[in-house]
DNA sequence: CTTATGTAGTTGACAAAAGCAACTAAGTTC
DNA sequence: GAACTTAGTTGCTTTTGTCAACTACATAAG
């Protein structure tokens, strides 16, 4: 591997990073963080459901994350129920109006995504598609 | 545009996020955090030299910006010289302690690159390559 | 020239985000 | 059941980022 093809990757990182606008404050316009926005995310839509498993998976703080949790909890968007068969831990899950608040997050991706897209016809959005699947099949994971 | 399509494009966006580990704390290893790092490669690099330019291309306030640029000249990396034209501004240009630490950041960020790379063919890397040069070229920037 | 207005960067005060370590309570091992 | 581990909480601190006021210089208009 060549230090032209390093510089493309390189480069593609810093592209890519600007255009997905990453470090916005708040997540599309909601109240919610970045990283509130990801919690509900990983909690409906990839079933994990105890503080610990998002310990694991967003790599964050147990005590920053027992705070988060707790205030989604007061804005009345999560709910937490002891475990019956591990009563250290807590089972999590969306409330009503915590699923909403996801689907308008989840709403306003959408738009975000389709507006990158805007300009191209179906057939270069297909081809963009496939090169993004290209490159998570083929991209190899660091080792943690 | 269909929701099938959106949703590869977002899991790009997540697996992408969690390979390139946009959100390590220090940057490869080094005491340098990220903004510190990109600081760095902006004014040598790619010429941007004032404060002010820093603030528009990084979008970050003046004030921090003002902050962690005075900590850079403390640590003995960055030079901050009168401008002649402007007295208002001055004319930001790395030490030779700050190329140093440079050199060392571009050196991890090559290696981490080509270790997410290892298990590809040399057939394989130009493909992946050739698809985020595709991706670049056709996804469309969010106006401001 | 001089007044008004704009701009580059600094500073102080503050708020939000994140990290660290000590702690409680429950589970596990032997 | 004593020693150890684990899930989550809490207090304390540091880091990061925001906002507004301020200084010094620049520029345009009368």
Redesign the interface.
Known sequence: ?N?Q??H??????R???R????TDKYHLQTTLTLLEARLLLEIAENGYNTANQLVQVL?VDKGYLSRILKRLEERGLLAQTPAELDKRSKILSLTDAGNEQLAIINQR??D?????????T?S?????????????E?????KE
Chains 1, 2 share one sequence.
């Open positions: 591997m230090s093809d390093i493309h990757i390189r480069e593609f990182d592209f890519y990073t255009i997905f606008r990453l790599r991706s959408d975000q995504v389709r507006s990158l897209f805007t300009n191209l179906s270069e959005t297909k081809q963009v598609i496939s090169a993004m699947q290209f490159i998570e083929h991209v190899t994971k660091i």
